[in-house]
């Protein structure tokens, strides 16, 4: 199969495995029962995208569904660093999980036109669960940015860290020149980061939350090559830990944080102790 | 030898009349409209279906119920069960018959009528109580216990119920 297509497979199919994992750590968890069911589902929606996804690459590839999602090294993971962050708290979570649909709606609407007859299908039916999850993210970010104050700075905060790391979803994929070439990405990723820069910002203009929040993130957004072929942004001022890349860039091409080095240690863990053990 | 052919494909949709979704075992596959073809050639059957949800856990099971109600069926010799997002399983596929057995099952059928645009996904402010007929109802929660479920409240006869979401 071609390079560029199993490349955008694996990146969309990571995203939505590994923030699926994420959200599942709710379950039992949340705040409210309600939520509790809530997130409990929405991982669920999340996990069977990845698990379509990788069927979809493994029917192509000759790989298993399985063994893709949970038999790779840390490093073989191509999913944005955003998706690989812990939970944190509720308001960061409601944050992240309204970023990532907030992005993960425009990249799909991208999709319906991709060049790839089985994909398509996918991504048609995957957009109209996601439609459920955006409501739902929506929903929750109105209430609190219209709720108490304390609340709003919370959301506020979870909103800065997001918001910056957003960027990563839109980093170039692996092959992303050949992928807009032979039609499977109908648009580059630059244009997909645009659109979402220009729909997040609105909607977070009429909410009333904080500009600062997303002018931030329009600096870290011009992306460079570097020798090594990794993507580094330029004109970065606030990635201390990381002196050669932005805060949340580089999950593209394999350089994840340590965070998602203990996500993977309890993720792989059962498939790992027992791997093509049947259920 | 095309009356031979005909035979099977009744059979075959008579068999999946009988194969129940596990987690609605009121609704058949074919009431859910899950079964998009059924084809015959010779002894062998070919049934193509849509899964509801993509992460719909019940596919595997779903999947080998078809095949083995339909390898019951004399003269078959073989069966395939395939499944397919083309094009994607809508909630309009539910039968009459279908939304009157997810109504005695108490689960609310989904609303609206005739195909579900994107656009128009979301749950419905209101829904109709399967127990007690009331519109008085409101919507607690987009997700429930399956993906294919939302949580409604009942203010008329104050009961919980579930409704199949549109999709």
């Not at chain 1, 932005?246 to 394999?254: C, E, K, P, V, W």
Request: some cysteine; aromatic content about 8%; charged content about 25%.
């Amino acid at each position: 199969m071609s390079e560029a297509l199993a490349s955008l497979l694996t990146a969309l199919a990571d995203d939505e495995l590994i923030l699926g994992h994420r959200h599942s750590e709710w379950t039992g968890f949340a705040p409210h029962i309600e939520e509790d069911v809530a997130f409990s589902s929405i991982a669920q929606d999340e996990i069977g995208h990845a698990a379509a996804l990788y069927s979809l690459l493994a029917q192509r590839s000759g790989g298993d569904a399985d063994g893709l999602a949970l038999g790779r090294d840390a490093a073989a993971y191509r999913h944005a660093v955003l998706c690989e962050r812990p939970n944190r708290d509720w308001a960061y979570t409601l944050a992240r999980h309204w970023v990532y649909d907030t992005a993960d709606a425009i990249r799909l609407e991208a999709l319906h036109d991709t060049a790839d007859e089985d994909l398509r299908a996918l991504v048609t039916k995957m957009s109209r669960e996601e439609r459920y999850h955006l409501i739902h993210a929506d929903a929750w970010i109105e209430r609190v940015a219209a709720g108490p104050v304390e609340g709003r700075m919370k959301l506020e905060d979870g909103l800065k860290e997001a918001f910056e790391e957003a960027l990563g979803l839109f980093e170039p994929i692996e092959h992303e020149e050949k992928a807009v070439h032979e039609g499977y990405l109908p648009l580059p990723s630059s244009e997909l980061a645009r659109r979402f820069r220009e729909l997040a910002a609105n909607k977070l203009d009429e909410l009333g939350v904080q500009t600062e929040i997303y002018s931030r993130s329009d600096e870290a957004a011009e992306f460079v090559a570097s020798s090594s072929g990794d993507l580094i942004a330029s004109g970065d001022e606030h990635a201390e830990s990381q002196p050669e890349r932005a805060r949340g860039l580089g999950g593209r091409s394999g350089h994840h944080s340590d965070e998602f080095q203990d996500l993977w240690d309890v993720m792989t863990s059962t498939y790992r102790n027992n791997p093509g053990a049947t259920w | 030898m095309v009356s031979a052919v005909r035979t099977i494909e009744d059979a075959v949709w008579d068999a999946l009349g009988g194969v129940q979704d596990p987690e609605i075992p009121a609704v058949s596959v074919v009431d859910m409209g899950m079964v998009r073809d059924v084809t015959v050639e010779g002894t062998t059957v070919t049934v193509v279906m849509l899964p509801t949800f993509t992460g719909c856990p019940a596919v595997p099971i779903i999947k080998s119920d078809v095949a083995a109600a339909v390898s019951m069926i004399d003269d078959v010799t073989g069966v395939r069960v395939e499944i397919t997002f083309t094009p994607p399983w809508t909630t309009d596929r539910i039968t009459d018959q279908g939304r009157e057995k997810l109504r005695e099952f108490g689960l609310a059928p989904p609303t609206g009528e005739g195909p579900v645009l994107i656009t128009d996904i979301g749950l419905p402010e209101v829904a109709e109580c399967p127990f007690c007929g009331s519109r008085d109802t409101h919507s607690e929660n987009a997700f429930g216990p399956t993906p294919c479920r939302a949580i409604y409240y009942c203010d008329a006869c104050r009961q919980p119920f579930e409704q199949f979401k549109p999709v």
